[in-house]
DNA sequence: CGATACCAAGCAAGCGCTTGGTTTGTAAAT
DNA sequence: ATTTACAAACCAAGCGCTTGCTTGGTATCG
């Protein structure tokens, strides 16, 4: 299953806007304007320009602005516990299904839906409690899928550190990467995981 | 040189604010909040009202609500700087100079500074293009310091990784844990600096 | 014809910051 | 020891602007 009919699964029981529809395109201006400015700093003015609409007609699709916040948060989680699950559910071995879900998950934070990921990292606090809340249940049906590898490379002895603690750990240093890791440069993403692997001491 | 004479130092240079002053305490206050609600989401007059003044009166101490940003910034890097360099001057060998900088960084992201260290990590963007490029480059003169460290480690074959790589990765790792870690736990600071240097692969 | 998508206009509230004047702390002059 | 002088710290009021969002009406299309 590639990326593109995981996608298709997702947009047919409607846990993900097409990205064609005129929802899917509001929600992708948005998650790049909430990324490059912070969602704070965005207007609803910003966002009805880089769709072509006026700032007011805005509302007819969703309710609020923090709604528009929370559906980029919501269908990010939801594409990305899909294209975890796939990318474990191929690897053979539980290094190498750490190796997919690294780099499954450097790709969500570089690439095509690396906006709407970074959103999803750094605009929490602007989600009201009641929506963080939900939007943190979400989040850990998929982290769930590393518990279960690293607790194995853990009992296995390949993994001396905590699963727990080695999951929050990476956490951290892969969203991090946003912020310095350019696709265009000379290192590539099979390349950066290859060197999260090597700094957990599990490649020789 | 223990914390508070390296912050005596710094305070008689007048790169950091005391704390007990008028500006050392609006720094503090600024800190709790732009952490707590982000910088955007903090008004004037939130922070007037925390430190018992008026909002007008904020604007005798600093010309825009942007310079207490940078200054919050400014200041917690100079302590942080020198806060390192103690650290890794006091420890023997390079393995036990990069746990030392392992732990003075976790303490600054989750001991007193820690709410000017999340700051320094997270309102990044708030911050004009220009002063972004001056506190850079303060940042570039401790970073300097890691690189060296885990330069040794390459060369002698204790870290496989690419030096910069793994002080990126760390760089996210660390600072990530002020969304999850707190020190009231039952896992200490120590501990969990210990459980870095396993993830790392540097303590059997 | 009815639903969906949009526009034009603007309201009420909140924002950063300014202004003009008063209090407070300090130190030299009497 | 008291007065004088002056700057630093602060208050009360509010200006001009931007914000998220509402309203009432108009195209568009199956």
Redo the contacts between chains.
């Keep these: 299953m590639n990326q593109d009919a995981i996608l298709q699964a997702l947009v047919a029981d409607k846990l993900v806007s097409a990205p064609g529809s005129a929802r899917g395109r509001l929600l992708k201006e948005a998650a790049r304007l909430f990324r490059?400015?912070?969602y704070?700093?965005t207007t609803v003015r910003d966002l009805a320009a880089a769709v072509g609409i006026q700032s007011g007609s805005l509302f007819h699709h969703f309710r609020t602005k923090e709604a528009i916040l929370k559906a980029v948060m919501v269908e990010t989680i939801h594409l990305n516990t899909a294209l975890m699950r796939a990318a474990v559910d191929e690897a053979e071995g539980d290094r190498a299904k750490l190796r997919a879900l690294i780099q499954a998950e450097l790709e969500s934070v570089n690439g095509q839906t690396g906006e709407a990921m970074a959103v999803l990292v750094?605009e929490w606090?602007?989600l009201s409690v009641e929506a963080q809340e939900e939007v943190l249940q979400l989040r850990d049906i998929y982290e769930q899928l590393w518990l279960e590898v690293l607790g194995r490379l853990h009992r296995s002895g390949e993994?001396?550190?905590?699963p727990f603690?080695?999951r929050?750990?990476?956490?951290?240093?892969?969203?991090?990467?946003v912020t310095?890791?350019h696709s265009g440069g000379k290192m590539g993403l099979s390349e950066?995981t290859d060197?999260?692997m090597?700094?957990?001491?599990l490649?020789?």
Excluded: C, H, P, Y
């Design positions: 490059d400015d912070g704070e700093r750094f606090r602007s993994v001396s550190a905590d603690v080695v929050r750990l990476l956490t951290g240093s892969l969203s991090w990467t310095w890791f950066l060197q999260v090597l700094s957990l001491g490649i020789d």
